[in-house]
Nanobody, 126 residues
């Protein structure tokens, strides 16, 4: 059974930083692209960042480009999201997700991801 467990969320002031982690188990982590999504109250879940199975390519939503960085350590079955220069509009529950198909480029559609974590709350105060 595949499990994804996020950690690292919290309350931070605008301009601050947080690093989220997502630990995976249950299948060959290094075969699958991983992504971070977020969902703010009253809004749909949206793509934030993704990284290919090898870590060789990344993709970001326009709203976070230049501020967030996704990375992975396959030896530790973990994917990270470094968030800098945080803004109040970054406030949301952040979810990590594992691609449904192995060895492909990053895709941004929610339906392409088969497994999801439980989410971690990020709150940015102004």
């Amino acid at each position: 059974q595949v499990q994804l467990v996020e950690s690292g969320g919290g309350l931070v002031q605008a301009g601050g930083s947080l690093r989220l982690s997502c630990a995976a188990s249950g299948r060959t982590f290094s075969n699958y692209a991983m992504a971070w999504f977020r969902q703010a109250p009253g809004k749909e879940r949206e793509f934030v960042a993704g990284i290919t199975w090898s870590g060789g390519s990344t993709s970001y939503a326009d709203s976070v480009k230049g501020r967030f960085a996704i990375s992975r350590t396959n030896a530790r079955n973990t994917v990270y999201l470094q968030m800098n220069s945080l803004k109040p509009e970054d406030t949301a529950v952040y979810y990590c997700a594992s691609d449904s198909s192995p060895f492909r480029m990053v895709v941004s559609g929610r339906q392409e991801y088969e497994y999801w974590g439980q989410g971690t709350q990020v709150t940015v105060s102004s």
